[in-house]
């Protein structure tokens, strides 16, 4: 991005495409991490004199406007942010955008509506992607990939669109790229991974990868229950994925033969229901051992001897990667072994990098200080397969850039 901006962006109409998909409640944003991330590109582009145009997809609606998954409340965050008025389009390519873009003068910063309000952002079709991707180039001249959360995405503005104009990565790709490669090449050891998050479908593919390269795998959240499934133990009423059991089950064989050691929960903090995350009304949750789980009971939480046990497998590593929380964090009385994590992380010497936008989110939610880790990337399902060794269709549309 600096190369564009040395050859002059002065009065050129740039299109960011950034990942403002930030949580919402009731409109609110409930975590900010993802805007605060996307200003400095878009600071400097303004203050190079461009037009800046950013454009971002929020939630999942299906191709159709949808006013709860409305940009407008990250349009204003963005402003106070930038210390600037966003002018923001009420449409992606339609006439609020045109006109907006082009009322806009140099400095200035549009921001359209949710690019997943077409159906062609999205699409599996090459043809209806690519004709979207024609209506978005129409609005600018250069383009700036900087949405890494989204890099995992074969969208429109993600894939085809850098195709279509003259392109370039933004600060923020750079930045999680720079430190993921940190973590693929020469990783200083003991590297520990700890990963969470309710399903292990999601890991499968990190976790198969990761057992060429990991030291130590330690496992919490929902996903956690599949694995104590496979190693025997019953679960209770706990969320269980019954048809990865098996799957699991080989990981673990392979990570004996590996000397990889897998670091199972060996208690848990668990109730008769989930709790309720709206009135957080007091859970009462009882301490039990992963071997006698009771029938009616379900884990929320891994426990007290597990929080411990985590925290010193964390203390000699000198790599940590995390990704997913250890339980329902949201409720106050399943908040201790997320924070427990995070503690351990923070207490070790280690490089620390926290991924996914839950993970990112819990450790602001339960007031650590985010500057306090090695890095906290934008990106879950995109730094997951970025350590897959996966091709990102957004990273390899900007190579030749
Ligand atoms: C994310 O939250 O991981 C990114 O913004 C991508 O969102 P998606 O999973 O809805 O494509």
Redesign the pocket.
Known sequence: IDELIGEGVAGKRVFVRA?L?VPLDAGAITDDGRIRAAVPTIRKLSEGGARVVVAS?L??PKGAPDPQFSLAPVAKRLGELLGKDVAFASDTVGDSARSTVEASSGGGVTLLENLRFNAGETSKDDAERGAFAGELAALADLYVGDGF??VH?KHASVYDLPARLPHAAGGLIATEVGVLKKLTEDVGRPYAVVLGGAKVSDKLGVIDHLLEKADRILIGGGMAYTFLKAQGHEVGSSLLQEDQVSVVQGYLERAEKLGVEFVLPVDVLAAESFPDLKTKAPAKPQTVAVDAIPAELMGLDIGPRTRELYASKLADAATVFWNGPMGVFEHPDYAEGTSAVARGLLDSDAFTVVGG?DSAAAVRLLGFDENAFGHIST????SLEYLEGKTLPGLAALEDS
Not at 379 to 382: D, E, I
Request: cysteine-free.
């Open positions: 990942d998909n997809h939630g999942r959360g989204a995405r936008g990106g879950g399902g995109a």
